[in-house]
């Protein structure tokens, strides 16, 4: 990431346009409109609420994104890693501010920034804030924040979400829909790795990519990027064919914190990897997750650092100390 970026100007007398993944009529809808607006009112502020259905959430973002750029204000994503990863990839396009008011499981990338989970205590405390340049990852064209990967990892997110759906959202039911996963897995996949000149013919369960220190650092894997707003590398989890037992054992070291230690995992930095896995015959593109999106992508795979940043709305930039401690997820977002 390029140090030289300037910070674009918010005017504070423009409204920030607030993008809400929501249904209007719900009553999540209303409180997050009730929160917000308390907090316009309190710091007399001005802002448009725009809520969208998942389907045209994209859409949504990009013209709310124009439209900030267009009155030199900025855009607030308000829910979770999925909402704030849409309208993140519209932000960093146009190059326009970006705040967050984070509702979701873990909220990596909001704590790794000193963003409150408190989503009242965020709408007051962002129209305060200012932006600042933070890294941002992509894989291909898709930009990510927090992680992307291949492999085991975006199973497991399809089957946290169904667990979710079916026990309701909290950490300990993402930590069982993930042990589950990891206890039934099968696939193997065999990918060629090319890193700096380097290239390796390598098998693994999943390959894991992470953009954030706080994650990274609750799974016990040393993370190539010390501070948030430092440019740099990524880190690569890979995870090997192991069984049962092996499996169990990795699962204990993931709870501990000290997955970096653990025989059957390999973990290196680097700032641009290209991976060509090896598809099944028929198909044209290979299953993938960011920031707990799962989609699929044409091979071969870019994960690189972007030298463009993303105006992130957040405290002024310093070492956050992060006491509240999380329940380990086994490789968990």
């Known amino acids: ?3 030289n970026w ?42 448009n609420l725009i809520f969208s259905d998942p389907a045209n959430l994209a859409q949504v973002a990009r013209q709310a994104a124009d439209l900030a750029i267009a009155k030199h204000s900025a855009v607030v994503a308000v829910g979770g890693d999925g909402t704030i990863n849409t ?19 873990f909220n990596y990338f909001a704590r790794t920034h000193g963003i409150p989970d408190d989503p009242a205590i965020t709408a007051r405390q962002l129209l305060e804030w200012s932006p600042w340049p933070v890294q941002v990852a992509a894989i291909n064209e898709h930009v990510f924040l927090v992680n992307a990967s291949l492999g085991l990892y975006p199973d497991l ?17 993402a930590f069982w829909a993930a042990s589950a996963t990891l206890l039934r897995a099968q696939r193997r996949l065999r990918m ?16 894991f990519v992470g953009n954030n220190r706080l994650q990274l650092e609750q799974l ?22 192991i069984g049962t037992l ?3 054992r990795l699962m204990w070291h993931g709870a501990m914190g000290n997955l970096g230690t653990a025989e059957d995992i390999e973990h290196f930095s680097f700032n641009h990897l290209v991976v060509r896995p090896t598809l099944t015959p028929g198909r044209r593109g290979v299953k993938v997750a960011f920031d707990g999106e799962v989609t699929r992508l044409r091979a071969p795979l870019h994960f690189q650092v972007l ?27």
């Open 192 to 207: 060629r790795i090319e890193q700096e000149g380097a290239v390796r013919n390598v098998k693994a369960l999943t390959l």
């Open 307 to 333: 030298s463009k940043p993303l105006f992130l709305i957040k405290p002024a930039p310093r070492t956050i100390a992060v006491n509240d401690k999380l329940p380990q997820e086994s490789l968990g977002a």
């Open 157 to 173: 997110l399809e089957d946290r979400e169904a667990y979710k759906a079916r026990f309701g959202r909290s950490r300990w039911v």
């Open 220 to 241: 016990g894997v040393p993370p190539s990027i010390t501070l948030p707003d430092t440019p740099g590398h990524l880190t690569a989890v890979m995870l090997r064919p």
């Open 246 to 248: 092996a499996m169990l």
């Open 1 to 3: 990431m390029n140090a």
């Open 6 to 47: 300037s910070a674009p100007h918010i005017d504070p007398e423009a409204p920030l346009q607030f993008v809400i993944n929501a249904a209007a009529g719900s009553n999540a809808a209303e409180n997050k409109r009730q929160l917000i607006e308390a907090a316009l009112q309190a710091t007399q502020r001005q802002g």
């Open 87 to 105: 309208v993140a990839q519209a932000a960093h396009a146009l190059g326009c501010p970006m705040g967050v008011i984070p509702q979701g499981t």
